[in-house]
């Protein structure tokens, strides 16, 4: 029904920048919210920032100002620009997309390592 692809992880030095793609495929309703989590071992998944298909944002306290989501509706992408890394941003991070009652769809993640 749905896919979505990561992509843009790496390792990166703290203060430093990576922005994430993910695109989406399969059936895809003009109406709907994607976003970004993210998991560290042992630990629940933890919300990062969503967007909606209208473009409004919302953003966990720990990453105001620092990243920035955003999205193109005709490409079925959503990106995540991540500016003055810490090394607690280190995790794997999961696109995900909500629309109507299909319930979540998530990506493969894909893995931020920041170095202090």
């Known amino acids: 029904q749905v896919q979505l692809v990561e992509s843009g992880g790496g390792l990166v030095q703290a203060g430093g920048s990576l922005r994430l793609s993910c695109a989406a495929s399969?059936?895809?309703?003009?109406?709907?919210?994607m976003g970004w989590y993210r998991q560290v071992p042992g630990k629940q998944r933890e919300l990062v920032a969503t967007?909606?298909?209208?473009?409004?944002?919302n953003y966990a306290d720990s990453v105001k100002g620092r990243f920035t989501i955003s999205r193109d509706n005709a490409k079925k992408m959503v990106y995540l620009q991540m500016n003055s890394l810490k090394p607690e941003d280190t995790a794997a991070y999961y696109c995900?997309?909500?629309?109507?009652?299909?319930?979540?769809?998530w990506g493969r993640g894909t893995q931020v390592t920041v170095s202090s």
């Open positions: 399969g059936i895809i309703f003009s109406i709907n919210t």
């Open positions: 967007i909606t298909s209208g473009g409004s944002t």
């Open positions: 995900t997309l909500r629309q109507g009652d299909w319930g979540d769809f």
